[in-house]
Antibody, heavy 126, light 109 residues
């Protein structure tokens, strides 16, 4: 299970820190992802962090403003969001990434997000 | 960045009918890296298909995925009332961002 928290109303230029609490699985063995969904819009991949935090990636739209991190001792994932803009208004979901050997292509792996939180809402408005 | 284009944007069908949803990539994607999700209003997305054609745990066999290269398809053989939702494809290419398509809204006719 994944449970997000930390959303709320913030003014443009402000900051928020989202948290995602994991339970029911061995958190430290999984890569984790943040995905967001603006009101009435589709899904947007935001950021990725590997299980040991050794690999971190961001969407161009948030790079330099958002920072993903995790605390495996606390089974928690975080997203520090700075310099927030109106276009960052969205429901933010955290998700667990699983990986399995590809069925039809030896040597490749299939990746997917198999566990999702219910999301936390971030509204950026003056 | 790989762009995924889903069609149609909206598909209106009746229960019992067959649904065919398309996902086209701007460049070739290994079928190992193509994923489909279902999302209902107010809910998180739910994993349906990974590796283009492998059903996730608990997904009914009326859902099937196919395709390769730049063209992928999600087929629902006989629509049940609970299948009306928005469907997204996602690609896990060789490097991020791991983009989503814009979604297909499957609505009751």
């Amino acid at each position: 299970q994944l449970v997000e928290s930390g959303g709320g109303l913030v003014k443009p230029g402000g900051s928020l820190r989202l948290s995602c609490a994991a339970s029911g699985f061995t958190f430290l063995t999984y890569n984790m992802i943040w995905v967001r969904q603006a009101p009435g819009k589709g899904l947007e991949w935001v950021s990725f962090i590997s299980s040991s935090s050794s690999h971190i990636y961001y969407a161009d739209s948030v790079r330099g403003r958002f920072t993903i991190s995790r605390d495996n001792a606390k089974n928690s994932l975080y997203l520090q969001m700075n310099s927030l803009r109106a276009e960052d208004t969205a429901v933010y979901f955290c998700g667990r990434e699983d990986v399995v050997p590809a069925v039809f292509t030896p040597g490749e792996y299939s990746y997917y997000m198999d566990v999702w939180g219910k999301g936390t809402t971030v509204t950026v408005s003056s | 960045e790989i762009v995924l284009t889903q069609s149609p944007g909206t598909l209106s069908l009746s229960p019992g009918e067959r649904a065919t949803l398309s996902c086209r990539a701007s460049q070739s994607v290994s079928s190992s890296y193509l994923v489909w999700y279902q999302q209902k209003p107010g809910q998180a997305p739910r994993l349906l298909i990974y590796g283009a054609s492998n059903r996730a745990t608990g997904i009914p066999d009326r859902f099937s995925g196919s395709g390769s290269g730049t063209d992928f398809t999600l087929t629902i053989s006989r629509l049940e009332p609970e299948d009306f939702a928005v469907y997204y494809c996602q690609q896990y290419g060789t490097s991020p961002p791991y983009t989503f398509g814009q979604g297909t809204n499957l609505e009751i006719k």
